[in-house]
């Protein structure tokens, strides 16, 4: 299990950004999770609430928004959502594909922070 | 409390990702090929390593080794028998390697005499598919004994990889192992991946397995 290792790095970026630009506390990090990423939610978001403990981001929500994968499909030409992991393949004409448009993001699009009044 | 939303859009791993793009730069300038290892625990990751190493020493490339395991230099150790350079990396309990500990072994290696680097992974299916190290060829592993369906289990290590290596074949029959399957199990989830079927220990496909490495060097690096 890496989650707990990608929490801190997430927590970590987070409060950077947070600190940054002057805030006193994130309340909410917005994280955009692809199918194909590696990391688990379930086990992110536990591992979330320990490496928050202590820091700018303690009692924080994160927010995930998890990708489905898609990939272009050169017989039908256009992108195309899969259907499973396990099947590489475009779900309309059932050519191979593993030219992949998205589902390995672990990125964070934004957060919610707290200004000193 | 004043509060508002600020824009971000940065890879959570975008550290490990600048230090790996790094190394890879220096690796490339240094006309070095490196290869990271992944696999399930005991599906032979360091038995083909051992007679890679030595079958590459003998044909004159100068090739080195770094080794990733939670505890113990065991790996390394038997690796060293090769007469290559080794080093453990020793992850403390950790489930995979970083960027950063590969930059950190490499520090007193003269990275332009070296042709080959070999990164074993930490043996887990799971974890290091996350993390780049540098390596211009992700070569995953899976074992005749460890069953076909593999590649299914653990979609995202084998669609991150470069090549798939079957290992172990010397026992493919007394395991009954149906080679088609896993060929379209490892196609279903990583469309056209070149496939190669070794046994270390009887020799079988190392020839191939070495040219395959000899062709990645040659259209990675070539005019580098």
Not at chain 1, 49 to 57: F, H, N, R
Not at chain 2, 42 to 57: I, N, S, V
Not at chain 2, 77 to 105: F, W, Y
Request: charged share 30%.
């Amino acid at each position: 299990m890496h989650e707990l290792s990608i929490a801190y790095s997430l927590v970590e970026m987070a409060g950077e950004s947070a600190r940054e630009a002057g805030a006193v506390r994130v309340r909410a990090v917005h994280l955009r999770l692809g199918a194909l990423s590696g990391v688990v939610r379930g086990a992110l978001e536990f591992g979330y609430e320990i490496a928050t403990a202590d820091t700018l981001l303690a009692e924080s929500r994160l927010h995930v928004k998890e990708l489905p994968v898609r990939v272009y499909c050169g017989v039908c030409r256009k992108e195309v959502e899969l259907k499973s992991v396990q099947r590489f393949r475009c779900p309309e004409c059932d050519t191979p594909s593993g030219d992949i448009r998205q589902g390995r993001e672990l990125e964070i699009e934004s957060i919610e922070i707290e200004m000193p009044e | 409390m004043k509060a508002r939303v600020l824009e971000i859009r940065k890879g959570v791993l975008n550290k490990n990702d600048e230090i790996a793009r790094g190394l890879r730069e220096r690796l490339h300038a240094a006309g070095v090929l490196t290869i990271n290892l992944v696999s399930s625990p005991g599906t032979g990751k360091t038995a083909l390593l051992q007679r890679t190493l030595r079958e590459l020493r003998e044909q004159g490339s100068s090739v080195a080794a770094l080794v990733g395991d939670l505890a113990t230099d065991n790996d390394a150790r038997r690796l060293a028998e090769a007469g290559v350079p080794v080093k453990q990396i020793n992850t403390d309990g950790r489930c995979h390697l970083e960027a950063q500990m590969v930059s950190d072994h490499l520090s007193d290696w003269d990275l332009d005499r070296l042709d080959y680097l070999f990164i074993e992974n930490v043996g887990n299916l799971v974890c290091p598919s996350s993390y780049d190290l540098g390596e211009d060829l992700r070569v995953v592993l899976l074992s005749v004994t460890e069953g076909e369906d593999k590649p299914l289990k653990y979609p995202n290590i084998f669609n991150s990889a470069d090549v798939a290596v079957l290992t172990k074949m010397d026992l493919a029959e007394a395991c009954e192992f149906d080679i088609e399957a896993a060929r379209a199990n490892i196609a279903a989830v990583r469309p056209g991946m070149r496939i190669v079927s070794t046994s270390a220990k009887s020799g079988v496909g190392v020839q191939e397995w070495l040219s395959c490495l000899a062709e990645e060097k040659q259209s990675r690096l070539v005019g580098v």
